[in-house]
């Protein structure tokens, strides 16, 4: 079963975790993990122009470092950059202070403010040390836009149907899924106008 919505269980479990954002104006949060990536970046960048859009991109550190002039454009446009470690490891399969160095690291690149872990997982027992320093950004709806097993006309149907002010919605700025995220958001951001929501950058 999908789950395009975090139970809440799990909020209030990692209720030190930014989840959603309490909004009265009609407003979303458009995210994308993993950028940026040269081709696909500059698509979703014409895209959020199209629509008049902002979004915040969670950059892995290394892509960061490597196309600075597409972060330099990303801010230049008015959008808001985070933090998703300098090699997206998973805290799960490296040390604590490992972990901790790679967002340090990302950090010369990225934002020293933003940040949210790859794959959505983070041990328990870190976040209150890294929650210290940084806003912790999850999520209130997950596209499934790098799950091929989903197609993309249910991802819409479910947005269409669940997505409301102050939604964090999560789609990926990687070539892996490009084709799809490329279906995707037109389609997300004809529903956002559907609805008469616009989308805004996180800033913190």
Partial sequence: MKMFRPVLPLRWIFSNRIWKISTQNPVVYLTFDDGPTPELTRSILQLLDRYEAKATFFCVGENARNHQELIEELRFKGHAVGNHTMSHEKSTSVSKNDYIRSIQVAEEH???????????????????????????????????????????????????????????????????????????????????????????????
Avoid: C
């Fill in 110 to 204: 990225t934002s020293k403010r933003l940040f949210r872990p790859p794959y959505g997982r983070l041990n328990f027992f870190w976040t209150r040390e890294i929650s210290q320093k940084y806003k912790v950004v999850m999520w209130s709806w997950l596209s499934y836009d790098f799950d091929r097993d989903v197609p993309i006309e249910r991802i819409v149907k479910k947005a269409r149907r669940q997505i409301r002010k102050g939604d964090i919605i999560v789609l990926h700025d990687n070539q892996k899924v490009a084709d799809r995220v490329l279906i995707l958001l037109p389609e997300i951001l004809e529903i956002l106008k559907e609805k008469g929501l616009r989308s805004e950058a996180i800033f913190f």
